[in-house]
């Protein structure tokens, strides 16, 4: 021993150290341990060393941590090490890291509290743990129900479940989410019932039993016991309930921040409502009851809201609105009854005050007086043996009183309640057995701890003795079990603890004795107490600073009891004449009825309800009540220790399953655990105490095969024996030597606490050593691999290095001489160069030198020239200068000479002028000489005008040219002025022509420069004009590629378009699924109701013994197919008229009858509207009609006297004819078959028809004339007078009768058009009125249809679906009558135009007959066969039908369907063998015609399959073998319906098989519906062939040996959990797989058929594998996943093989695929995550999420994943669009289609085999 502690307490070595916050921290070992240190040295996981002291006295060490592999374990017991803080650790890190809120400990299972709403708890989880065994799943409260219901149906023997914690840990959700599970599974229909009513009660319950207490707001304060009820098919029938220990104080009396029950703030919340107006309610603050505690608010509760759910609540359990009010004015009372003041008298006496207005509202709620209630609050009675008193009551004892009195009223109620509840609850049927489910409180102390505390924590006593002794026998089962030997096994016993409370002399017994005293006190019965148990019993203690409490030392934890009250509680005293008075209320019978059980005595009264306790046990009367008046008086300690008796007795008489509810944390923060308050509701509940009884036996527990797996490593080969079991018996010996560590059993091996640890420690450090020898060699071999590398690369660089150089020196040399070379020819070149520079340079300068010699004698020689010019045109300037002057000079003398004598002639003619004889004389003749002047002077004044135009025109040249003469005199001026100042400059402009020249010179530099720019500007601009052509080069290019890019888009936009429309085609295809889907869940679900309906008709049958011996029954399903599938009516009723004969007995459902006679009455309504219709419509015929109807009589027999006079001549021309011909036969001329006898003959043919026009058309008039002429008779008198005489005028014209009767047709022609025309106008008319009454007809339908909607969609989605269907079937019913009308119609029509054609073929072969006769002349002696001129008859061959009689029909659906048996025919006969039968014999009865006979042979046919099917479900090879034959059925009947659609395909011969007198289309439609039917019950037949393989060989078994290794979980089977039977492997699902595959091939089964077959099977695999990876932690792992992968490739494999690639059955399987993956890539860094996002496409977040938590490392080297890396796994994940369910479903079937595949095999060659017996089927 010493030597292992030594060995696992090294260094590194992790140990548990006690923390008073954490309560265990995690150390590690700094430095071995040695025997003999008293102190270790650790360092805490922050990185804190500390030294860690021993205790002295023990030495004991800390204790040791598991293996990380270990952490996180389904059980707790299958740890290591089982000790308090592996057990914390282990619930932390399942809660907080892998949030994981069930854990199994043993058979308890450890519920925490997530304050989260988690889904696991959907139908689909149920399914998941739905027979299954409790270890093979991980731990949920799931389980345990099925652990409990499957216990139930095998042992035959009942169940419990008990759930217990503290408030607020979960209990009355566990046990919510138990009954849940048994209603689901346990397939009664009625079980949704129950479960809502047990549900519906948790309103009521909660309300009256429910309150806020300090450490919950909806705290149970009462205990409950449900047992649900089974038949003997273990289905759901009843339920009832108990309650135990009320807290009736709470009525009276809160603590701060508590509430009173949840009812009364309810009321006062609804105060405001009219109905509640009469109870004089107010705020809850108004009220003594409700206001102690100074919380009366709930955060996030509406009082208001809950009230109205409680009053559903009572509603949906049948109590009326009556009793509602009734029980809202007792508990208003109540409150009324708290708020009565009352008053000191005096010392001794007290006083209500008169007119209180709350004892006022009292008596009036409750219906009594109010001086008697005022009179015994007040006072009370006491009686003697010979006189009676009435004693006045203290103000303190007053009260007291009334507090008793409510508290007595409310826990009558609480019963009432409950007792109604019950009978709610009850059920008629027989109760089998019962699961029961106790909801109870769990250990409780407070500060300050009462009456209530001391018997919780008394009842929690008993229950965990009864636990303990519970798992000691399990313990000992299985030790026997396996044949170890046992030992006695130390553990709690609380029998002491129990003795001291309910033995005598007990604590209970004490406190009875000193109620029963007459001054018995709280303080006396203290003293008792100290003086009977403070010295002899070790559990009872003494408070040091209290004499008036206890404490007693409890299986959990020590509790001090405060004295104060006890005695009070337990005797729960009651004023006899407050009872009394309450009795006497005469207008209130619900008081009354609460108190009709009330005991005559003023001692502790009640039930135990009533008193704190519980309900009976039973539901039978309470006989106690006969008793003697003692057996009423008992205390409530005594009721409760009686009625706790009965409930240990009741659950020991069950087989118990633990449920330990824990609250987290006191805070309701959601996964937030607090290891202080875990640990000590783990030592309450007995947890901790199951993990020490575990530990002190052998805990771990394993296989032989499983230990010979894990531990192989540690064994040498010499070891390894053929028998497993003696491998590891030797193997052990070497290990563990001493041999007390472990024990050898049957079938495992037994270890004690710490074993596996050693043994893992061994292992690991033998893989250790594995790893580092392999490292060494591995290492080894790289680095000489590395050193040989490196070598190899020093030699390889030295020779290229060597080579280098010897090639740098080569080119040196080469350098080198070329050097020379280029030197030689460079220097040669420089001179040269040189020299040709100075030669050029001297021309240059001579050339120079001589140019501007010449240039200068030039310019010399042109100075000179230029000179005499200048100087000859001065010279002419001066000369014309002085002419010009002499000139002027002249003529300004003469100007001047003029002028002066001018002025001597005026002068004179002034003079002249002045004298008047002069002025006579100038006068005379003046008169006529002013006309002549004036006329002058208008001519002069003309004329002047003129001149002064001109003038002014001269004027202004002259002025223009004076100025331009002017100008250029001053020109010349200047010129002058000019040519002086030049001629005195000659020199400077010399010099200025030398500064010319200079400036020329310049500007040619310049221009040479502008030359050299524009010639490096026409550079530049080239340049540029080739880069704009590069660019524009670059333009073109990036067009293109722009082009080209446009083009890509387009293709792009071009795909998109394509994904999109291929996406929308795919949503369509999706939507075309879910409907097909939807569609073959109902055919399921009908056929589902049709099987119930005849089961149920059995059951009815076997109860009423009415079935004979020879009675063949009927199937159900043939009125319902009836109706469904449009039959005959004639034949439907037919049928009905049987069925109804034959299933009188038949069993009805209510509902479903009332429904059915509502649903009759409305179409007996619609039928009589109809009826009222058609009479009104008929009456409307029969006048129309009246009138055609004689001239249709006139029409017919007019024709036929035509027909048969025109008949005659035919005959007779005929005649004639054929004798002309044959006249003739000698030569040949005329006869059969010669060209002139074709000619006749088809002219005669053409003028036959001719004629038959002609006969036609005169009997169409004729008719017409007749119906004409009695027309005629309904006009006018006027008319009928005057139009004959005209007419006859006009005849009489004529005097030729063809003339005549040609006029008179003419006449009546033109009259019949006239009517013809009337005619077709009130047709139209009528075609009009009859379109809008239609339209009309139409628009009251859509109102309806959407008047229904808008009704369905008010209702619940379950009346809403059954709504719908009743329309739909309604709708369709009123379309099959529609379409058999008109069926019939066509029917009629057809019958008659049949008749017409067999007139037609008689007189054809009446003719054929006369052509015959005349044939036998003399002509047929001759040698040469003469053909006949009628068609020749082909000779008559087999058709491909078959006959049968009428009364064969029952012997031909036996002999082929239900006596065949699949396998002789599948494997001698051809495939669908009997469905071409069925079909030749359907032929047959088309052909002649029989619709009874086609509709019996198909009914039939559906009916005998349908039977077969159920008679043979759950046989593959049947259910197979009737889909291929129903599926070739159905592409017959497609294949010869004559739609062009499906005679594609067909052969000519085929062609002319189709059917001709039928339409089957509806029936088609029925078969498909079949094929379906067959095809679900074929999937559920694969489905429970497959299921037991699929976890074991998907999963379970090592299809890779080696791979998987096995954890050391030691997890045990629970002993009650059924034995396997037998291990599947991949093996044997493929083995599965093929037979399947070729049992369908076999048949025939369609090929597209058989892909849609495997596709389902693959998807059940998928799913049913997946969930279980999901709902199991030790299937997460890197191995598994590795196996997965293979196993799933091995299906592929298959699929392969068998050429379904293509069938989608692979992409079934990729979310398996994807969850293996999932479990073998790296999952730490973000890449990773990004990675596992990108590839886990298939997986929901909830799945993805719940695999990462569950993963598991298997070896110590594994890493498991870290929180953090989850949640940015979530982060990602976030923006998904998904579902949030966990699991597949794993009952989902894929719509199945069956596309048509028509067959080439012809009928005619099918061959009846003898085997069958069908010889009475004739060929035709």
Not at 15 to 37: F, Q
Request: glycine fraction near 4%.
């Amino acid at each position: 021993m010493n030597r292992e502690l030594e060995y696992m307490f090294l260094k590194c070595a992790r140990v548990w150290i006690p923390d008073a916050e954490e309560v265990w921290k995690s150390a590690e070992l700094t430095k071995d341990y040695k025997s003999g240190h008293v102190s270790l040295q650790l360092m805490l996981e922050d990185g804190k060393n500390i030294e860690h002291k021993l205790d002295p006295k023990t030495k004991n060490l800390p204790y040791l941590r598991n293996p990380d592999i270990l952490v996180g374990e389904n059980d707790l017991t299958a740890l290591s090490y089982l000790h308090e803080p592996a057990v914390l650790h282990n619930l932390k890190v399942r809660f907080i890291d892998s949030k994981l809120i069930y854990t199994y400990c043993g058979i308890v299972l450890v519920a925490i509290n997530p304050y989260e709403t988690l889904p696991i708890y959907g139908t689909d989880i149920i399914n998941a743990y739905s027979g299954q065994n409790m270890g093979d799943m991980d731990p949920h409260i799931f389980a345990v129900a099925e652990e409990a219901y499957k216990q139930m149906a095998r042992d035959e023997r009942n169940q419990s479940i008990i759930v217990s914690g503290e408030s607020g840990a979960g209990k009355t959700v566990s046990a919510k989410y138990a009954m849940r599970y048994f209603a689901t599974v346990s397939g009664s229909a009625s079980e949704a019932n129950v479960e809502e009513k047990v549900l519906a009660s948790n309103p009521i319950m909660e309300a009256i039993g429910n309150a806020k207490t300090t450490r919950n707001d909806n705290s149970s304060r009462f205990g409950k016991y449900i047992e649900i009820g089974f038949d003997n098919r273990y289905r759901i029938i009843g339920a009832n309930m108990r309650t135990y220990l009320l807290e009736k104080s709470r009525v009276v009396f809160q603590a701060d921040e508590e509430r009173n029950y949840h009812i009364f703030y309810q009321l006062c919340a609804s105060a405001h409502l009219p109905e509640f107006k009469a109870l004089k309610l107010s705020s809850a603050n108004d009220f003594l009851y409700t206001r102690q505690g100074r919380s009366p608010v709930i955060d996030g509760v509406d009082d208001t809201k809950e009230l109205c759910t409680t009053r559903n609540a009572f509603s949906l359990l049948g109590i009326n609105e009556s009793y509602q009010m009734g029980l809202f004015q007792v508990l208003a009372a109540i409150l009324h009854l708290g708020n009565v003041e009352i008053k000191d008298r005096d010392a001794d006496s007290s006083v209500i005050p008169s007119n209180n207005r709350h004892l006022m509202a009292f008596c009036e709620l409750v219906g009594v007086t109010y001086q008697d209630m005022s009179q015994w609050l007040c006072h009370r009675k006491l009686k003697t043996a010979t006189e009676t008193y009435i004693k006045p009551l203290p103000r303190l004892q007053a009260t007291n009183a009334r507090d008793a009195l409510s508290k007595h009223i409310y826990a009558k109620l609480f019963n009432w309640i409950v007792e109604h509840v019950n009978k709610a609850l009850v059920t008629n049927v027989k109760q089998h057995s019962f699961i029961g489910v106790l909801d109870i409180y769990g250990f409780e102390t407070f500060e300050i701890n009462s009456f209530e505390q001391f018997c919780i924590n008394y009842a929690n006593e008993k229950l965990q003795q009864q636990f303990n002794m519970h798992v000691f026998k399990l313990e000992q089962e299985e030790y026997m079990k396996e044949q170890i030997p046992w030992t006695l096994i130390d553990f709690y016993d609380n029998q002491p603890c129990i003795n001291l409370i309910e033995a005598k002399m007990g604590i209970l017994d004490l406190l009875d004795e000193e109620c029963k005293m007459p001054k018995g006190s709280d303080d006396s019965w203290a003293q008792k107490l100290y003086n009977t148990h403070l010295k002899t019993c070790s559990l009872f203690e003494k408070p040091r600073m209290s004499n008036r409490a206890f404490i007693i030392q409890h299986f959990a934890d020590k509790v001090e009891y405060q004295c104060d009250g006890f005695l009070e509680k337990n005797k729960d005293t009651v004023n006899e004449e407050q009872i009394n008075v309450m009795k006497a209320s005469k207008k209130f019978d619900l008081l009354v009825e609460l108190f009709q059980d009330e005991e005559k005595a003023t001692s502790p009264t009640g039930q135990v309800q009533g008193t704190g306790g519980r309900t009976r046990l039973s539901i039978k009367p309470d006989k106690s009540r006969d008793k003697s008046s003692k057996e009423h008086k008992k205390t409530v300690g005594c009721q409760f220790r009686n009625s706790l008796q009965k409930l240990m007795d009741t659950l020991n008489a069950t087989t118990p399953h633990y449920v330990r509810c824990i609250k987290p944390n006191d805070f309701k923060l959601a996964f937030s655990f607090d290891p202080k308050r875990a640990v000590q509701q783990l030592r309450a509940c007995g947890v901790l105490e199951t993990i020490r009884i575990s530990a002190a036996g052998f805990p771990s527990r394993w296989t032989y095969q499983e230990f010979f797996s894990r531990y192989r490593v540690l064994m040498k080969q010499k070891d390894v024996l053929a028998d497993k079991k003696l491998t590891c018996k030797n193997v052990l010996e070497k290990l563990v030597q001493d041999q007390d560590k472990y024990q050898f059993g049957k079938t495992k091996i037994f270890f004690r606490a710490g074993q596996v640890a050693y043994l893992e420690k061994l292992r690991a450090d033998k893989l250790r050593a594995a790893c580092i020898r392999i490292q060494k060699t591995i290492r080894c071999w790289l680095a000489r691999k590395k050193y040989l590398r490196k070598r190899s690369a020093a030699i390889t660089i030295q020779r290229f290095t060597r080579g280098y150089q010897a090639r740098c020196l080569a080119k040196f040399l080469r350098r080198t001489q070329a050097a020379t070379i280029i030197q030689k020819y460079q220097r040669m070149y420089v001179e040269r160069k040189r020299y040709k520079q100075k030669q050029a340079a001297a021309l240059a300068m001579q050339t120079i030198l001589r140019a501007y010699m010449a240039r200068q004698k030039y310019q010399a020689l042109l100075r000179e020239h230029k000179a005499v010019i200048i100087q000859k045109h001065i010279r002419g300037w001066l000369a014309r200068c002085w002419y010009k002057r002499c000139l002027e000079a002249i003529v300004y003398l003469q100007c001047c000479i003029r002028r002066m004598r001018a002025k001597r002639e005026l002068k004179k003619l002034k003079i002249e002028a002045r004298s008047v004889e002069h002025f006579k004389k100038l006068n005379k003749g003046m008169e006529n000489k002013i006309m002549q002047l004036q006329r002058k002077i208008d001519e002069q004044s003309k004329e002047n005008r003129l001149v002064n135009e001109r003038l002014v025109g001269l004027e202004s040249s002259y002025t223009v040219e004076s100025e331009r003469m002017r100008g250029e005199l001053n020109r010349l001026r200047g010129v002058e002025e000019d040519a002086k100042n030049k001629a005195n400059q000659v020199s400077s402009l010399l010099e200025e022509l030398e500064r010319l020249k200079k400036e020329l010179s310049a500007t040619q530099q310049e221009k040479k420069t502008i030359e050299d720019w524009a010639q490096s500007y026409r550079d530049e601009m080239e340049k540029m004009v080739a880069e704009l052509k590069d660019q524009n080069g670059l333009l073109k290019k990036e067009k293109d590629d722009l082009n080209r890019l446009i083009q890509e888009q387009s293709q792009q936009m071009t795909e998109k378009m394509t994904r999109a429309i291929a996406e929308e085609t795919q949503q369509l295809e999706t939507d075309l699924n879910e409907e097909r889907s939807r569609y073959q869940n109902l055919l399921s679900e009908h056929l589902r109701l049709e099987e119930k309906y005849d089961d149920l008709k059995e059951e009815m049958a076997l109860s009423s013994n009415v079935s004979k011996p020879g009675h063949r029954r009927t199937d159900s399903t043939h009125s319902s197919n009836e109706s469904e599938y449009t039959y005959n009516s004639e034949y439907a009723e037919l049928e009905d008229g049987t069925r109804g004969r034959e299933d009188v007995t038949r069993g009805i459902d209510t509902s479903l009858t009332l429904k059915l006679q509502k649903r009759v009455t409305e179409l007996e309504q619609d039928k009589q509207l109809l009826r009222n219709e058609l009479e009104n419509r008929e009456e409307q015929l029969q006048r129309a009609s009246a009138m055609a109807r004689g001239a249709e009589l006139e029409y017919e027999s007019l024709k036929r006297q035509e027909l048969e006079s025109e008949n005659k001549k035919l005959k007779h021309d005929l005649e004639e004819m054929r004798k002309s011909l044959l006249g003739n036969a000698a030569t040949g001329a005329g006869a059969p078959g010669s060209p002139a006898y074709k000619v006749l003959l088809e002219q005669l043919n053409a003028s036959c028809e001719e004629l038959e026009v002609r006969k036609e058309e005169v009997l169409i008039l004729r008719s017409q004339l007749v119906s004409q002429k009695e027309a005629m008779h309904h006009k006018d008198e006027k008319e009928t007078m005057t139009e004959p005489s005209v007419y006859k005028d006009d005849v009489s014209k004529l005097k030729d009768d063809e003339v005549k009767q040609a006029y008179v047709g003419l006449k009546d022609t033109n009259r019949l058009l006239e009517h013809q025309l009337q005619t077709q106008r009130r047709t139209y008319d009528n075609e009009v009125e009859s379109l809008r009454s239609e339209l009309q007809n139409v628009k009251e339908e859509n109102n309806r249809q959407q008047q229904l909607l808008a009704q369905n969609l008010q209702l619940p989605p379950e009346a809403r679906i059954e709504a719908s269907l009743q329309h739909e079937i309604t709708r369709l019913t009123n379309e099959n009558l529609d379409l058999m009308e008109q069926l019939e119609k066509q029917d009629r029509t057809i019958r008659k135009l049949k008749k017409q054609l067999k007139v037609y073929s008689k007189r054809i072969g009446e003719m054929g007959a006369g052509q015959t006769e005349g044939q036998t002349s003399p002509g047929q002696m001759v040698d040469e066969p003469i053909h006949p001129v009628n068609i020749p008859r082909r000779e008559k061959d087999f058709q491909g039908m078959l006959e049968y009689k009428k009364e064969d029909e029952m012997k031909l659906v036996k002999n082929l369907i239900l006596e065949l048996k699949p396998r002789g025919v599948a494997v001698n006969l051809i495939p669908g063998l009997p469905a071409y039968i069925l079909f030749m014999c359907l032929r047959h009865a088309d052909y002649v015609n029989d619709d009874q006979k086609v509709r019996t042979l198909l009914t039939s046919t559906i009916n005998s399959i349908k039977k077969i099917l159920k008679k043979r479900g759950d046989d593959f090879e049947t259910v197979s073998f009737w889909l291929a034959n129903t599926c070739r059925f159905l592409h017959c009947l497609k294949q010869y319906s004559g739609d062009e659609q499906f005679m594609k395909h067909n052969t000519s011969r085929q062609n002319e098989h189709c059917l001709s007198n039928f339409d089957l289309a509806e029936y088609r439609q029925v078969i498909s519906d079949l094929a379906i039917q067959i095809y679900q019950q074929l999937i559920k037949c694969m489905e429970n062939i497959l299921q037991p393989m699929i976890v074991s060989g998907m999963l379970e078994h090592e299809t890779i040996q080696g791979v998987s290794g096995v954890k050391p979980t030691g997890l045990r089977k629970r002993t009650s959990s059924i034995a396997d039977e037998g291990t599947y492997t991949l093996d044997s699902i493929l083995r599965q797989l093929s037979a399947f595959h070729s049992t369908m091939c076999q048949h025939g089964t369609d090929p597209e058929l058989i892909k849609q077959v495997v596709k389902q099977q693959f998807y059940i695999i998928g799913a049913v594998t997946l969930n279980n990876l999901l709902l199991r932690k030790d299937m997460c792992s890197w191995s598994k996943g590795m196996q997965i992968r293979y196993n799933v490739s091995q299906l592929e494999e298959w699929l392969r093989d068998k050429g379904l690639m293509t069938c989608g059955a692979k992409e079934t399987l990729e979310p398996l695929i994807q969850a293996a993956q999932l479990l073998q890539v790296k999952k730490k860094t973000d890449e990773d995550a990004e990675a596992i996002c990108s590839m886990c496409h298939a997986l929901t977040t909830a799945q993805i999420v719940k695999v990462l938590n569950l993963y598991t490392p298997v070896n110590e080297f594994e890493e498991r994943v870290s929180v953090a890396f989850i949640r940015t796994i979530q982060t990602r994940l976030r923006d998904r669009c998904e579902s949030p369910q966990l699991l597949m479903d794993t009952k989902m079937i894929y719509p199945v289609t069956f596309p048509f595949n028509p067959s080439c095999l012809a009928l005619e060659t099918i061959q009846i085999p003898s085997s069958l017996n069908l010889a009475f089927l004739t060929r035709v």
